[in-house]
């Protein structure tokens, strides 16, 4: 049973005035504004971008801002909860569109949050990791985890885009988000380790495993996720698969999770309810879906998201491959993630 707590206005003018100039507060007033009942109180609102209105923005950045006056060439995806300019899309996650040009190059730097990439569209981008050269075609999932060096270049001919995915706001929230640069890095002569070691789900590398990188493998090429999403499929599994460190089979980075869902045409998903927050992705394909009864068309190449504890319907009008982005391992890690029937 609860019953109605004070309130400010209950107390006495020259106590506040007491409290305010001794530097405390009462908790009393302000209890349920941090401790809700039954379940949190969301700031941030489901938001939802159509990559045609992004790109002829991204594409008129690219000639506004030589890349040397941008380090990164980023369009922040702002949780309209928060407002535009809020460097967050959702309380975990960052969200901007990245552009780089043919030739250019975007300086080496390591920060402490983590990145992953998703790549929307173009050819002939790479970028290297910890001295690893990752091309990045469409769909592909890069990461740059935290403290790991990291630059970008483009040999191809035709502007890239992708969609940078970071748990920034959480290091922003800790005072702990910070960047040191540095010299383009040195790329070792040898394909990314998903076209070497791990070539293949199942099999590690036998000598040398207990040496195993913490990131093991750091790209995850799409045309491999698309040919297991649909061999699920036509067994009739649900086409959803987990990205996962391929030493440990746990979760790639250490707070953001990745998930790669298929849907058939016409086909309707209505998952739990869970306590993550989550931004989704259109690798392709045309449907729609309700956040908290908002309605959200999407097709190829739109993002999405939808806050914490969302109940949260997709239907499928044309086959669909969405990528999302959650924050599970984090919730999982301070032991509340949380799945409830709806
Ligand atoms: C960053 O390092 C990149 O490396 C992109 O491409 C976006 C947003 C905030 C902080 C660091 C990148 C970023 C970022």
Known sequence: MSTALGTMDDLPEDYRQDMAAAGVAPLWPMMRNVLPHGTPQPVTQSGSWQYQALRPLLLRAGEL?????????VLVLSDPGRGAGAMQATSSIYLGMQLLLPGETAPAHVHTPSAVRIMVEGQGAFTV?????????????????????????????????WLDAL?????VYLEGSYATEGPLQAQRNRPDASQVEYLAAGLAPSRGRSSARRYPMMRYPWERTEAALRAMAAYGDVAELD?????????????MGFTAMMLAAGEKVEPPIKSTSAAFHVVKGAGRSTV???????????????????????????????????????QTKLGYYEERAR
């Open 65 to 73: 801002t030589p890349v040397e006056k941008a380090e990164r060439r």
């Open 129 to 161: 990791v910890d001295g690893e050269r990752l091309p990045m075609e469409p769909g592909d999932l890069v990461l740059t985890p935290g403290g790991e060096w990291h630059d970008h270049g483009h040999d191809g001919a035709d502007p890239v885009v």
């Open 167 to 171: 748990d920034l706001p959480l290091f």
């Open 243 to 255: 990205f996962v460190n391929p030493e440990t089979g746990d979760d790639v980075l250490p707070t």
């Open 292 to 330: 908290n009864g908002k309605v959200i068309e999407w097709s190829d190449k739109d993002t999405f998201t939808a806050p914490v504890f969302s109940e949260i319907t997709h239907q499928a009008e044309t086959e669909a491959f969405l990528i999302f982005v959650h924050d599970r391992p984090l």
